[in-house]
């Protein structure tokens, strides 16, 4: 890698519904800087913009005063956005209406002065994963992401799936129940409803409620207290996960059957369960899935918390800088 390239880095951000996170990523994919901040996605997006266009240009100041030279900037979006347009697209939540054909990238980009992208948090999970996680040395992978909601994102034979108007892999509306519990987008049984963190916390408080006590949990537990708990050894939340294990291979399972990856990824903050979800869903799997396929292994995340970020940011520094991680080497 010459030394032009070996100067370059890229601007990442992550637009999640509960914290706003942005760095500086390096032609290698390693992570040179992090600062986080509130989420401020339930105020007016004007002032959004204002809190990203700030956040960016202090990490951009900060590098280039270490002689780095920055080709723009990704961000990662929790928030529907139309990568090619810029623009967000029609919420789920009526609070979040003014944000609709909002022009998140322009907007950003006349504010920083460098090229600005906006794509899906999936897909660009998907993408970090791939690069320089978990991903590492395969071709293919699909990507779950189990935060408070189920997303997620493929990169088949290198290529990442193409992510129509930001209206793909929507993995956590996979329908595993037809009679099975009402999801915000008017269908029942939605794998999002059995996977994700909220649907571990919304479990624990109604069986809580019911009948069993933990000892270690409260009424109302945090899926992270759950998990902790879980770690712990206590059965009462070793139960709730294997119960979620048992949904979330019903799930995988189908990723396995429609896309056939060698690899396939669990992210978001329940993948730090890690085997105490995986060891169980992977097994089930091995029943449920369609004898034909290849060997599929299932790990958790190498980037629980960064891997959209840093998927951002590579991307625009492919796009802005042609710089291809995978052909420089790894951190
Ligand atoms: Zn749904």
Redesign the pocket.
């Known amino acids: 890698m010459g030394d032009k390239v070996a100067s370059l880095c890229a601007l990442g951000l992550d637009l999640g519904g509960s914290g706003l996170k942005g760095g500086v990523v390096s032609s290698t994919g390693k992570l040179l800087k992090l600062k986080r901040m509130p989420s401020p996605v339930h105020a007016h997006p004007d002032r959004i913009a204002e809190a990203l266009a700030a956040l960016l240009r202090t990490l951009a100041t900060e590098a280039l005063a270490e002689g780095w030279q920055v080709v723009g900037a990704g961000v990662s979006s929790t928030l529907d956005v139309d990568p090619q347009s810029g623009c967000f697209l029609p919420p789920h939540f009526a609070h979040l209406q003014p944000w609709q054909g909002y022009p998140i990238a322009q907007d950003l980009q006349d504010a920083l002065g460098l090229p600005v992208l906006v794509e899906n948090d999936g897909p660009m999970c998907a993408w970090g994963e791939y690069l320089v996680g978990a991903g590492k040395g395969f071709d293919s992978l699909v990507m779950v992401t189990l935060g408070s909601g189920v997303g997620g994102g493929a990169i088949l034979e290198g290529n990442r799936l193409a992510n129509t108007l930001g209206r793909a892999s929507y993995f956590g ?1 996979l329908c595993i129940d037809l009679d099975g519990l009402e ?3 008017g ?1 029942r049984g ?1 794998w ?1 409803m059995y996977v994700s963190a909220t649907a571990l916390e919304q479990r624990a408080a109604e069986v809580l409620a019911s009948k069993q006590l933990s000892p270690r949990l409260g009424m109302n537990p945090t899926a992270q207290q759950i998990v902790a708990a879980a770690q712990a050894g206590d059965e009462f939340a070793l139960q709730l996960l294997d119960e979620l294990a048992g949904y979330l291979a019903i799930g995988l399972t189908d990723l396995a059957n429609l896309f056939a990856p060698p690899l396939i990824v669990v992210g978001g903050g329940l993948s730090l369960a890690g085997e105490l979800i995986l060891a169980p869903a992977r097994q089930q799997m091995d029943d449920l899935r369609l004898p034909i396929l290849p060997e599929i292994a299932l790990v958790a995340s190498q980037l629980p918390f960064e891997a959209g970020l840093i998927g951002a940011a590579l991307l625009a520094l492919e796009r802005y800088g042609g710089v291809h991680v995978r052909d420089n080497g790894s951190t």
Request: contains cysteine; charged residues 30%.
């Open positions: 509306h999801c915000p987008c269908r939605c999002e």
